[in-house]
């Protein structure tokens, strides 16, 4: 056994958009893309959808910039390494980190991300039961841009036989949402999505197929960027609410007033407004399940 630094590390997840979580306050770890696909992995690793890396802004060369405004970088890399620009469901289970470590108390935080500087409040009393201790977590998302398809076309997604119109919904991170019949049938999300034309999304993107359950209640699945089917997403969430109330003609904006969603996920629900100025606001559970130590010999054994 090496006398290495042993990294400690959490589990969380936020509607089952599961996560490790790995402080690293003073910005020291190296994290490659090759050790995070290693600690997500489900079966050779830790597991979960993304890892969250908790660094204090001021020593991030990302975050710099957004260190009066908010201390801590949420650092969110998907299950394959790849980076993220923003993480719904991981920015709550960020929050309930940073308040289980007593870095924060319930109330209103600022949390710096490649998206930009989010708001969040931790209600104060939780439901306890299976969203665990703690109260829900509110994220203010920022504005959902729906860019006009562009000269490649509208865009489609296409699942084996199957292909669905889809809306282009920009939520910090890029979407696109198709509303289907059935889930089920589109839901063969093991194998990704084609989406076209490539143009429109020269990152890649997630992709949410949706049906309704009611008025202003819609189910979603998901299939991440960088990541393959996961039961929840939080920006995909967001994206599929802000698309869903514009076929439904709902325009906060215009209106005056606020337009709220239920979202289900395969992993639970949120709840989902768009405001009158345009911003979009996301409650939901977020829970930390364990905590260990990563070991640094198997890090570089795996890694060969
Ligand atoms: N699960 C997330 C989104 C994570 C990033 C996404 N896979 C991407 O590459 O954009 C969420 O809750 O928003």
């Known amino acids: 056994m090496s006398d290495a630094p042993r990294p400690a590390f959490l589990k969380g997840h936020g509607t089952e958009n599961d996560f490790v979580i790995v ?20 079966r050779a690793g830790i597991g979960g959808d993304g890892l969250i890396r908790v660094v204090r ?8 910039g957004m260190a009066d405004e908010a201390e801590w970088f949420m650092d969110y890399r998907n299950s394959d390494g790849s980076v993220a620009e923003m993480c719904g469901n ?7 980190y940073l308040q289980r470590a007593g870095l924060v108390e319930p109330g209103d935080l600022a949390v710096a991300t490649r998206a930009g500087v989010r708001r969040v409040h931790i209600a104060k009393d939780g439901p306890g039961g299976a969203d665990g201790p703690g109260g829900a977590i509110t994220v203010g998302m920022g504005k959902a841009l729906l860019p006009e398809p562009g000269p490649g076309g509208p865009v489609t997604v296409t699942v084996g036989e199957h292909s669905w119109p889809a809306r282009h919904v920009d939520m ?8 289907v019949d059935d889930l089920a049938q589109a839901g063969r999300l093991l ?23 009611g ?14 089917e996961t039961r929840s997403c939080g920006t995909g969430a967001c994206a599929v609410m802000v698309a869903a109330a514009r076929r439904d ?8 007033r606020p337009v709220t969603y239920t979202v289900d996920v395969p992993g639970g629900r949120l709840v989902i407004s768009e405001l009158p100025d345009g911003t979009v606001e996301m409650t939901g559970p977020a829970v930390i399940v364990a905590e260990g130590e ?8 795996a890694l060969g």
């Open 90 to 96: 991981g920015v709550r289970v960020f929050a309930r």
């Open 191 to 213: 194998d990704a999505p084609a989406v076209t034309p490539r143009s429109a999304y020269p990152h890649g993107t997630n992709v949410e197929f949706v049906v309704d359950r």
């Open 57 to 64: 802004s001021s020593a991030h060369p990302e975050a710099r």
């Open 215 to 228: 008025p202003r209640h819609v189910a979603m699945r998901v299939h991440e960027r960088g990541s393959g």
């Open 172 to 179: 910090g991170n890029p979407h696109a949402v198709a509303f």
């Open 23 to 42: 402080p690293d306050p003073d910005g020291r770890l190296e994290l490659s893309p090759a050790a995070v696909a290693r600690i997500c992995d489900r």
């Open 249 to 256: 003609g709902a325009e906060p904006a215009v209106d005056g």
């Open 294 to 301: 990563l070991d640094p010999d198997w890090l570089d054994t």
